[in-house]
């Protein structure tokens, strides 16, 4: 079955540690791609995204992420976090054969230890 | 009120009650989804609206209805639950349409539902 994967479940880093989080898709085509966070007790908020071009983007707080099509791989990476990141983070795949559909990735539990 | 909110944020029901939950877009957007978000698991995909028009039902039960009346307003009628249906749901918002660039959507809260 076609899925979005995040391998790591839950992460537990110190300040100012550098920070990798896995997410690879299964769908063809051309697709969008999407990182999402969720703090504790907020609602899910747009971290950045891919349409085209560049496939190193950069969003909010000093996430980025690099889509690797080759590898079907949409790795979202942090230079040194803090402890402000502690938040589970989504990864979601829109693919534009069904562009109604959205498909999400399972979270990955971040804790920053201050 | 801005963005997209959601109403009741907790709402505890047995398993014969009928209620409602209820969405707001204050986006002027013309695409409105609902999720189902449990522990553990990737976000399920339950309906979408383009423009009022039901597009996508990924094999909901007919246990939750969903309603758009408008394109700013979503509701999903609840009847008959089991206790699995316990979960966090979340209601989206996008700009649908080329290019592909406006489909980011935009959540709300989320109605933190326990079913008895």
């Known amino acids: 079955a076609q899925s979005v994967s995040q391998h790591n479940h839950h992460v537990i880093l110190s300040e100012a540690a550098s920070l990798e989080l896995g997410c690879n898709y299964s769908y063809g085509g051309t697709v969008n791609l999407f990182w999402y966070v969720q703090y504790p007790g907020q609602h899910l908020q747009l971290l950045l995204k891919?349409?085209?071009?560049?496939?190193l983007v950069k969003g909010i707080k000093g996430f980025e992420a690099e889509f690797i099509k080759s590898k079907f791989s949409f790795n979202l990476r942090k230079p040194s976090v803090q402890w402000s990141d502690t938040a589970e983070y989504f990864c979601a795949v829109n693919p534009l054969y069904n562009f109604n559909k959205f498909y999400f990735g399972s979270g990955t539990k971040l804790n920053v230890k201050p | 009120e801005t963005g997209v909110t959601q109403t009741p944020r907790h709402l505890v029901m047995g398993m014969t009650n009928k209620k409602s939950l209820k969405c707001e877009q204050h986006?002027?957007?013309?695409?409105m989804y609902w999720y189902k978000q449990s522990a553990k698991k990737p976000l399920e995909l339950m309906f979408v609206?383009?423009?009022?028009?039901?597009?996508e039902n990924n094999s909901v039960p007919s246990r939750f209805s969903p309603e758009c009346p408008n394109s700013s307003h979503l509701f999903l009628h609840l009847h008959t639950l089991q206790p699995e249906d316990s979960a966090l749901y979340l209601c989206?918002?996008?700009?649908?349409?080329?290019?592909?660039?406006?489909?980011?959507?935009?959540f709300g809260p989320g109605t933190r539902l326990t079913v008895l």
């Open positions: 989206a918002s996008s700009q649908w349409g080329l290019p592909s660039s406006y489909n980011e959507q935009f």
């Open positions: 891919y349409f085209s071009g560049d496939p």
């Open positions: 609206y383009n423009f009022k028009e039901q597009t």
């Open positions: 986006l002027g957007h013309n695409a």
